[in-house]
C-alpha cells in the first residue's frame, strides 16, 4: 500500500468506524479519573473525541456525516444547553448524561427520547456502555447501505442518479468478488490496521489473534463478531472506501466461499430491524415495485421477536422491520446462509431484492417485504448487461475494478488502482500493462493534464505496436486518444493524422461498420469544421450518422449529439430549414434521455435560437434563448460562462426587438 493511500486513511479526522464517542465536559481532561475513563472507552468504541465547551463540540457534530453515529457522554450543565440543539440530528444516536445530581437531570432528560441513562457513577457509565454494545443495541441505528432502482419517477434526474448508483455500486462490488487476491493483501491489512488502532490494547489483542488464527473457514465467525473486521468493513462498504475494500477481497471470498458451505436448502423468510428516517423510509415507499441493492452484508434473524425487541422507541426515526423471503432454488442469486450464531442469517454483499410491499401497523411499526432476486432476473440481466462483470473474460479480469471506478467518476482511485496493479504485474504481461497506461492516460486527460496523457499513451500504443497484429483495433484506440489530445492542445495538424490512422485501422478491422469508426469520423469532421471547410464536415457526419443508425436504436443518445452537429453545419452553410430540422431531431431525443433541466438541453435550446436569429425571427430566438437561460440558472452560478453568455444573447436580442 503507497505511503500517500495509508496517511490519507490514517488521518486524525477520518474514522474509518461508523460509531465514535464524544464526551462533552467542562472537566473531561482534567483529573487522572477522567482520563483513566478515557482509555477504558477506547477499548469499547475506538475513536473518542473530547469536548470541553458547546460550541466546539456542536461544531463537530454538525459537520460529521450523516451516515456516521455519535454515542454522545455529556455533563447534566452541558447537555442542557447542546441536547435540545442536537437532538434531531440523524447522526447523533444515544446520550449518555453523566452527572453528579441524577434526579435533578433526569427531569429534563426525559423530554429526549435518544438519552439513554443518566449516570452518576464512572465506572456504572463504562458498564453501561460495555453492555448496550454486547447486546448490540447499537445495530438497528448503524445505517444501511442500499440503492434503489426504479423504472420512472416524476423527477428523472433524481431516477438516473440513483439507477446509475444501483448500477455502478453492484458492478463495483460484482469486480470485489470476482478479482484475484495476492497472499500480501491479509498482511498489508494487518499492518495497516496496527497503525489504525495503534494505543488500543484491546484490539491490538484480536489483530493477533487474527493473524494467528485466521483461516478462510472461519470467516463467518470473525464478520459477526464484535471486531475490528466486523466495523472496518461495514464503514468501508459505506463509504466505498476502495483502498480498505481492496485489501479485504481475500476475506470477501472467503465469507462468499463459507455461505455457499452453509447456504440455506429450503426458501425462508427471515427479519432485519431498522431504523429508518422519514425521507429513507418515502424513498422505498416510492420504490415499491422496483429494486434495492445491499451495499453490505444483511445480518437477519429467523426468528421474528428477536428482530424487534432491538427496536426502542424514536422521536426522529421510525421503527422498521424488513421481511425478508429468499429461495436457495433459485438459480445464479448471492449466496446466503447460516452463520452459526443462535439464529442469524447473512446474506451476501451485493445481494439484489425486489420491493414487494410497505405498509405500517397500527403500532406505527413499517413493515417492508422484500424478495431475494436471481442474478437471471429478466430486468436485472437488461440493467447490468453493459457493466456486470464477465467471468469469462480473463484478459480484462484485472482492469475491470479500474474501469468500473473510472465509470464511477472515482478518477483518484481508479488511478491508484491501475498504479498498484502496475506494481504487480509481472514484466512480460504486455496486455495488462499496455491496457494500464492506456487507463492512466485516460485519467490524465479527464484531469487535464495533456502533457501527462501523452506520455502514458505513447508507453502504450509502442507496446501495442510491438506486441499486436498491424490492424488490431487495439492500436486503434490509442492514436485515437493521441489525436484527442493533439486536438485539445490546438494541434490540428497532428490530431487530424492521428485519427485518419486509427480510422485506417478499424475500417480494416471492422470492416467499415463500427461505432468507433461513426466516432472517429465525427472528430475528423469537427476538424474540418473547425477549418471552415464544411462540406467534407457535413459528409464525414453523415457518414458518422449512417453507421450509428445500424448499431443504436432510434432514440438513443449518441444519434442525438449526431443530428445537433449535422444541425450545426446547416446552420454554417446557411441552410437554415434543414439546421432546425436536425436541432429538433437531436432536442427530441435528449429530452427522452435528460431531465428537462439538463444542460445539454440548453445548448440545444441555445443553437436553434442561433439559427432564429440568423432567419431574423427576433421572437422566436428570444423564446429559446429565455429557455436555455432557464436551465443554465437552474445548474450554475450566474459567473458561469453559460449564463454571462446567454445572458449577453438576450439582451441582444431584446434590443432588436424594440
Not at 410497505?358 to 436471481?374: A, F, K, P, V, W
Amino acid at each position: 500500500m503507497g505511503a500517500s493511500v495509508r496517511k490519507s486513511l490514517l488521518a486524525d479526522d477520518h474514522n474509518l468506524e461508523i460509531f465514535s464517542l464524544v464526551w462533552l465536559d467542562a472537566s473531561v481532561n482534567t483529573g487522572q479519573e477522567n482520563i483513566n475513563v478515557q482509555q477504558q472507552l477506547r477499548t469499547l468504541i475506538h475513536q473518542l473525541k473530547t469536548f470541553d465547551n458547546t460550541r466546539d463540540c456542536l461544531e463537530y457534530i454538525r459537520h460529521i456525516s450523516k451516515n456516521d453515529r455519535i454515542i454522545l457522554i455529556v455533563s447534566g450543565r452541558l447537555g442542557q444547553e447542546i441536547v435540545p440543539r442536537i437532538h434531531r440530528l440523524r447522526q447523533v444516536s444515544i446520550i449518555y448524561v453523566y452527572c453528579m445530581d441524577k434526579e435533578k437531570n433526569s427531569k429534563w432528560a426525559r423530554k429526549y427520547s435518544k438519552i439513554k441513562n443518566v449516570i452518576v457513577n464512572l465506572d456504572e457509565l463504562v458498564v453501561q456502555i460495555r453492555s448496550d454494545r454486547a447486546k448490540r443495541n447499537y445495530e438497528s441505528d448503524e445505517p444501511l447501505p442500499f440503492n434503489i432502482y426504479k423504472k420512472s419517477v416524476n423527477d428523472e434526474k433524481v431516477a438516473n442518479d440513483s439507477n446509475n448508483q444501483f448500477i455502478y455500486s453492484g458492478s463495483l462490488i460484482d469486480c470485489l468478488l470476482h478479482m484475484p487476491s495476492y497472499t500480501t493483501d491479509q498482511s498489508q491489512l494487518i499492518s495497516l490496521c496496527r497503525d489504525i488502532y495503534k494505543g488500543d490494547a484491546n484490539e491490538l489483542l484480536i489483530l493477533n489473534e487474527f493473524e494467528q488464527t485466521y483461516t478462510s473457514n472461519n470467516a463467518l465467525w470473525w464478520y459477526t463478531r464484535d471486531s475490528f473486521v466486523m466495523r472496518l468493513l461495514n464503514k468501508a462498504f459505506q463509504e466505498q472506501t476502495i483502498d480498505l475494500l481492496y485489501l479485504f477481497r481475500f476475506f470477501l471470498h472467503d465469507v462468499q466461499d463459507q455461505l455457499k458451505r452453509n447456504r440455506c436448502v429450503s426458501p425462508i423468510r427471515v427479519y432485519r430491524e431498522q431504523f429508518l428516517s422519514n425521507d429513507e423510509l418515502q424513498t422505498l415507499n416510492n420504490s415499491i415495485g422496483g429494486l434495492i441493492s445491499m451495499n453490505s452484508f444483511l445480518l437477519a434473524h429467523s426468528n421474528r421477536q428477536k428482530a424487534l425487541k432491538h427496536l426502542t422507541e424514536s422521536d426522529e426515526l421510525r421503527g422498521t422491520l424488513f421481511e425478508i423471503d429468499a429461495d436457495p432454488r433459485l438459480g445464479e442469486i448471492k449466496p446466503f446462509g447460516y452463520t452459526g450464531q443462535d439464529d442469524e442469517i447473512l446474506f451476501m454483499v451485493g445481494s439484489i431484492f425486489r420491493i414487494n410491499d410497505i405498509h405500517r401497523q397500527h403500532d406505527g411499526l413499517s413493515i417492508i417485504r422484500i424478495t431475494l432476486c436471481s442474478d437471471n432476473d429478466p430486468q436485472l440481466k437488461l440493467i447490468f448487461k453493459d457493466l456486470k462483470f464477465d467471468t469469462n473474460d480473463k484478459k480484462r479480469k484485472l482492469l475491470s475494478f479500474g474501469d468500473i471506478l473510472w465509470r464511477m467518476g472515482k478518477l483518484t482511485e481508479a488511478e491508484k488502482y491501475y498504479q498498484r496493479l502496475l506494481t504487480n504485474l509481472s514484466g512480460d504481461d504486455y496486455y495488462n500493462i499496455s491496457e494500464c497506461y492506456y487507463a492512466l492516460g485516460n485519467i490524465a486527460m479527464e484531469k487535464d493534464n495533456c502533457n501527462l496523457s501523452y506520455e502514458w499513451h505513447e508507453k502504450s500504443l509502442e507496446i501495442k505496436k510491438q506486441t499486436l497484429e498491424e490492424f488490431d483495433p487495439s492500436i486503434a484506440d490509442s492514436y485515437s486518444s493521441i489525436a484527442d489530445i493533439e486536438r485539445k492542445k490546438g494541434n490540428s495538424s497532428q490530431a487530424f493524422e492521428s485519427y485518419n490512422k486509427a480510422l485506417d485501422i478499424w475500417i480494416k478491422a471492422y470492416d467499415g461498420d463500427h461505432p468507433k469508426i461513426a466516432m472517429c469520423l465525427n472528430n475528423i469532421g469537427c476538424i474540418y469544421g473547425e477549418e471552415k471547410n464544411y462540406i467534407k464536415t457535413l459528409e464525414c457526419h453523415e457518414k458518422s450518422l449512417k453507421i450509428l443508425k445500424k448499431h443504436f436504436p432510434a432514440d438513443h443518445l449518441c444519434l442525438g449529439q449526431a443530428y445537433n452537429n449535422i444541425g450545426s453545419v446547416y446552420r454554417y452553410l446557411g441552410n437554415y430549414e434543414l439546421a432546425l430540422e436536425n436541432y429538433q431531431l437531436s432536442l427530441k431525443i435528449k429530452t427522452k434521455t435528460f431531465s428537462s433541466k439538463h444542460p445539454s438541453i440548453a445548448s440545444t435550446f441555445s443553437n436553434i435560437a442561433c439559427v432564429y436569429e440568423e432567419m431574423n425571427e427576433f421572437q422566436l430566438a428570444l423564446a429559446y434563448y429565455e429557455k436555455a437561460a432557464s436551465i443554465y440558472r437552474h445548474n450554475f452560478p450566474p459567473t458561469y460562462p453559460d449564463n454571462v453568455r446567454i445572458i449577453d444573447d438576450i439582451k441582444r436580442i431584446s434590443s432588436k426587438l424594440k
